[in-house]
């Protein structure tokens, strides 16, 4: 990571503290962490995550690998026959590939939060999220139909691949709006940025997403297992959108259409984008992810939901350089 | 099932840790030319690694089994409680960096509390699996409160990636990793300079940050596992 980067300061905050500890004083500490680093250290977090659920007991069964060869299904058989050979390869070397799955995850995580490694680790997980997409993913069911927002179209992993992208360590001339454009530009990130968003209300829209009982279905699914009160939560959901699946998928098309556009808006409009971003992550993550299914065991990754967030954050409008406001000082 | 290997070699790293920590309880009073004062700056930092080391290892491997459970419960609440009294101490005096790492400290007992708690828990129902080891985890899917164990992933890996940012800034004085009981720590680095270096390197308040970052990355395993 450039030192640029590191001290740049863009929406930049400083936390520090000094105190005299007893009759020595040597307390010092400061630090400085820009909004894209804070961002790069999220994405190494769930990067860890990743890395420690795939060490669970669930993915050294066959099912795993039986998991990974459902993604095949639909597919064209260019893409689904080299998905069929790498389950069966899995099914036969299971403890050994998984480990090493498991391993590299771990080790992208370790890599983008420790500095020196941080762009090589970043280079690595676009390579790594490529070929889980294809391979694990079965490239989200895009090619295949089974592609949903509520599922974590179009497919979890590949949002660690544009993570990576836009978040990578070095600046562009000029100063950039937000973070996502310090290394690729604003008008790639934006276009990015409104793909992704439309292509997230193009599956809200498709036909076995707005069929009866196909949304209010995609959530009772997830239950099983759960806590009680996030059980709770989604039988909730659930009876609220039974019935209304078409209305539901509407609704929801609408208000991905408005977040892809809202970034070409004027800063404070962009801003109420991004939170509508963030808040509509988060009730997928929750209501219709079901956190991951981290929480009912045997989930190889948290889901989209926090994907789609830290996206969002990495859009959000720059402040002046060099001007962390007096509340950013003091945390 | 988590291959055993896997675990063994875990609980290895556990005991490495608790090694690790056990010298520099040793190591520090007599670099600091007061061998005859044990409990020096920090030590209650070290202390609480080496038992998490010794607690872990148990759990990863059987053998290597210790103490029974109702006593790790009572050794982990009371380092909970004794960390979060330095940690509300430190936030009142607004040392605000070195709450920020007795709250770490806070949270890896709590976890290994909650992890011992609900581990009992899952034994004494008939469940299997007790202490014996995470090689019975599958036992151990009668987990209550699960979502706390997902805080508590949460917060360990959020602590560990923060951890290794700062390690790798080199800006950061991890002197403060001991809060007010580190008063030892500068002129312990600096004495620690003219020492060989494997001296140098286990006495360095960034090694003890880095068995920091392993025990909380191993927690959030082991939590993920019981779930």
Not at chain 1, 56 to 75: I, R, S, W
Not at chain 1, 209 to 217: H, L
Not at chain 2, 184 to 213: K, M, N, Q, S, Y
Request: charged share 10%; net charge positive; aromatic share 8%.
């Amino acid at each position: 990571m450039s030192e640029a980067a590191v001290q740049g300061g863009q929406a930049g905050w400083r936390a520090s503290a000094g105190a005299a500890g007893e009759g020595a004083g040597q307390l010092r500490a400061e630090t400085v962490l820009d909004a894209r680093r804070a961002l790069q250290l999220g994405l190494a977090g769930i990067w860890l995550l990743d890395g420690v659920l795939q060490y669970q007991p669930a993915m050294y069964a066959k099912a795993f690998g039986q998991m990974l060869a459902g993604t095949a299904a639909g597919n064209p058989s260019v893409i689904a026959r080299p998905i069929t050979w790498q389950a069966s390869l899995l099914s036969h070397h299971l403890v050994l590939l998984n480990t090493i799955f498991a391993t590299i995850q771990l080790l992208l995580g370790l890599g983008i939060a420790i500095r020196p490694t941080v762009r090589a680790a970043l280079a690595a997980s676009v390579a790594w999220s490529l070929a889980v997409w294809w391979f694990g993913e079965g490239l989200g069911g895009v090619l295949s139909g089974g592609a949903s927002p509520l599922n974590g179209a179009p497919g979890a992993v590949i949002l660690y691949a544009l993570l990576a992208v836009l978040l990578w360590p070095t600046d562009r001339r000029g100063p950039a709006p937000f973070p996502a454009a310090r290394a690729v530009g604003k008008h790639v990130a934006r276009a990015l940025w409104l793909v992704l968003w439309l292509s997230l209300a193009y599956f809200a829209l498709a036909p076995a997403n707005r069929a009866p009982g196909a949304v209010s279905g995609m959530i009772s699914g997830m239950t099983d297992g759960e806590p009680h009160w996030l059980s709770a939560l989604m039988k909730g959901a659930t009876s609220l959108v039974t019935g209304a699946d078409m209305v539901t998928s509407i609704v929801l098309a609408v208000a991905f259409v408005v977040i892809a556009a809202g970034v070409y808006l004027p800063a404070p409009a962009v801003r109420g984008t991004l939170v509508l971003a963030v808040v509509v992550s988060l009730v997928i993550w929750v209501v219709a992810e079901a956190l991951g299914g981290i929480l009912a065991g045997g989930a190889t990754d948290p889901n989209s939901g926090p994907l789609l967030v830290l996206l969002a954050l990495a859009y959000w409008p720059a402040r002046a350089v060099g001007t962390p406001t007096e509340k950013e000082a003091s945390s | 099932m988590t291959p055993s290997w896997l675990l063994d070699l875990l609980a290895a790293i556990m005991l490495v840790i608790s090694a690790a920590s056990a010298a520099r309880i040793v190591a520090r009073p007599l670099l600091a030319g007061r061998p005859w004062r044990l409990v020096q700056a920090g030590t209650d930092v070290d202390l609480a690694n080496l038992l998490m080391g010794i607690a872990m290892a148990g759990m990863f491997t059987s053998r290597l089994t210790t103490l029974p459970s109702a006593a790790w419960e009572v050794l982990f609440g009371l380092l909970t409680a004794w960390f979060g009294y330095r940690a509300w101490a430190d936030t009142r005096s607004v040392r605000g960096l070195a709450a920020e790492r007795c709250t770490l400290h806070v949270v890896h007992c709590a976890a290994m509390l909650y992890m011992f708690l609900a581990l009992g828990t899952a034994a004494s129902s008939g469940s299997g699996g007790g202490m014996g080891g995470m090689g019975g985890s599958a036992a151990m899917s009668a987990l209550r409160y699960p979502t706390l164990a997902g805080v508590f992933v949460l917060l360990l890996i959020g602590y560990g990636v923060w951890d290794l940012n700062q390690l790798s800034s080199r800006r950061h004085n991890f002197g403060a990793a001991g809060g007010p009981a580190t008063s030892i720590a500068a002129p312990a680095a600096a004495a620690a300079r003219r020492e060989p270096v494997v001296r140098a390197f286990l006495l360095a308040p960034e090694t003890r940050a880095g068995w920091d970052v392993v025990l909380g990355i191993a927690m959030a395993f082991m939590l993920v596992i019981m779930i």
